[in-house]
């Protein structure tokens, strides 16, 4: 995955935090809230740790495939770090508050390696992101974004509540829940890509998916698929500032 491929990702399946008014929470989110977990369980989560394999596919030849390993954490209120290693490239994106950056690294290179801030919108799109992660659909109003029930549609041949998570006008994840379970069925972005989640782990007796599959539209009417399969998912470890701070340039 090139570096551009690797931002459009991070910040695509990644707000600036501006004062809206508040509003009726839509039915469908107790419901989604649930089948995850307990409201319990659910307000207790202060970070979340995920482990696991990014396997990119070729737009043009799905059998070519670019495997990495992969560590997403999320942190409150506003942190986030992903780090992705390639057999001959180390990448990571993160999130410290109102600000963030990225680190491109050749493994064998210790030494060498560029780091680059994020630019405003790319924050801004890094703050939603880490806040849906964390927030489990409900909340997100007090927060900025406005959640807005687009009423029911058919997915797959399966009843879903159309809910959209708006952030900012160029900042959308558009979600469908299963009117009979909550169960999420898909999420899409303002810019078409789709975000869909197969099987199952628990964790704290809460529910997350097994896979993330992503496809992201890219030049000429194709498309990007990344899909991630998660090993391991930690709630609730401690992760000191350092860990998402800017590195300190000195230690070139």
């Not at 394999?53 to 992969?70: E, G, I, N």
């Not at 770090?81 to 999130?95: G, N, S, W």
């Not at 009979?180 to 529910?207: K, W």
Request: aromatic share 8%; glycine share 4%.
């Amino acid at each position: 995955m090139t570096t551009n491929h690797l931002c459009r990702f991070v910040l695509g399946v990644a707000s600036w935090f501006l004062v809206a008014p508040a509003h009726a929470e839509p039915e469908i989110i107790a419901q989604a809230r649930a089948f995850i977990g307990e409201e319990a369980a659910l307000s207790a989560v202060r970070s979340l740790r995920f482990v696991g394999t990014l396997v990119t596919a070729h737009p043009v030849d799905a059998s070519k495939q670019t495997r990495a390993s992969v560590e997403i954490v999320f942190q409150k209120p506003a942190q986030q770090r992903i780090t992705i290693a390639y057999e001959k490239a180390f990448e990571q994106t993160a999130l410290d508050d109102y600000e963030a950056w990225q680190r491109q690294q050749d493994p064998s290179e210790a030494s060498q390696w560029r780091l680059s801030l994020l630019s405003i919108e790319q924050v801004k799109r890094l703050r939603a992101n880490t806040l849906e992660n964390l927030a489990f659909f409900r909340g997100l109003d007090r927060q900025g974004a406005r959640i807005e029930d687009q009423g029911p549609v058919t997915i797959d041949g399966v009843p879903c509540e159309k809910i959209a998570f708006i952030h900012a006008p160029n900042i959308i994840f558009t979600r469908y829940f299963e009117i009979a379970t909550g169960r999420l069925r898909l999420t899409e972005t303002e810019a078409g890509g789709s975000i869909r989640e197969q099987g199952e782990i628990t964790v704290n007796a809460l529910r997350f998916p097994k896979k993330i599959i992503t496809l992201t539209p890219i030049a000429h009417g194709k498309s990007q698929t990344v899909t991630i399969t998660f090993d391991k998912i930690s709630v609730n470890e401690t992760f000191p500032s350092t860990f998402f701070a800017v590195p300190a340039l000195s230690n070139r």
